[in-house]
């Protein structure tokens, strides 16, 4: 089983200032997933990278691929209201098309 | 474009009754089929995943089964409900080639009183 430890568990910021989320693994993935769910809905995806090291951007979010494929983060800048939800990342491992998921980080942004 | 459909999108059920959870897609053909249940606030478990009519794979094991009647279709069913089958079920789809990026639908919240 491919474990990703997400951190930190919850975040609660102020509208207007900067969070990151972080998503570690131990495991090689061979792609990672970013979603956001809100209450009583299904997640829904936000980005997926594929590459080492690849950076993608997507107007106020930055999601990170590290180099070695184990680890990812997800920044934003200048969080708003509508950024609450709980983000999750997956990643896919090399020889199925199986995701495992991690806990999640909670996240809550204060008008 | 794809969509995918979950129903009931909520249901309360008593300890030892049926239960039968259906999913749908549309717009793709030979999807790769998945059941997860999620806790309250937290990461999604995998259930069960199909790459196929009839093929089902077991993650866990647990009171429940899964069935692939049809190419997009997915059933989730169990003949006894438990207290702790409780839970908010997510049914997603992924392209069959392409595999690495997981659709969902918009859950069922389950509560066995």
């Known amino acids: 089983t491919q474990l990703l430890e997400q951190s930190p568990q919850f975040l609660s910021i102020q509208e207007g200032e900067n969070l990151t989320v972080y998503c570690n693994s131990s495991s090689v993935f061979s792609s990672l997933q970013w979603y956001r769910q809100e209450p009583g809905e299904g997640p829904v995806l936000l980005v997926t990278v594929v590459t080492g090291g690849e950076v993608k951007k997507l107007k106020r979010l930055t999601f990170q691929f590290g180099d070695a494929r184990k680890d990812s983060s997800l920044h934003i800048t200048a969080a708003q209201p509508g950024d609450t939800g709980l983000y999750l990342c997956?990643?896919?491992?090399?020889?199925?098309?199986?995701?495992?998921f991690g806990a999640g980080t909670t996240v809550t942004v204060r008008a | 474009s794809q969509t995918i459909h979950q129903w009931p999108a909520t249901l309360v059920q008593p300890v030892g009754s049926p239960l039968s959870l259906e999913c749908t897609v549309e717009?793709?053909?030979?999807?790769?089929l998945y059941w997860y249940r999620q806790a309250a606030g937290r990461g999604l478990q995998l259930l069960f995943y199909?790459?196929?009519?009839?093929?089902i794979s077991s993650e866990v094991p647990q009171n429940l089964s899964a069935s692939r009647p049809q190419d997009r279709q997915f059933i989730l069913s169990s003949k006894k409900l438990l207290l702790s089958d409780s839970g908010f079920y997510l049914c997603a789809w992924s392209d069959r080639v392409a595999g690495d990026t997981q659709y969902f639908g918009p859950g069922t919240r389950l509560t066995v009183l």
């Open positions: 997956a990643g896919e491992g090399r020889d199925d098309y199986k995701l495992s």
């Open positions: 717009g793709t053909s030979n999807p790769n």
């Open positions: 199909s790459v196929g009519i009839g093929q």
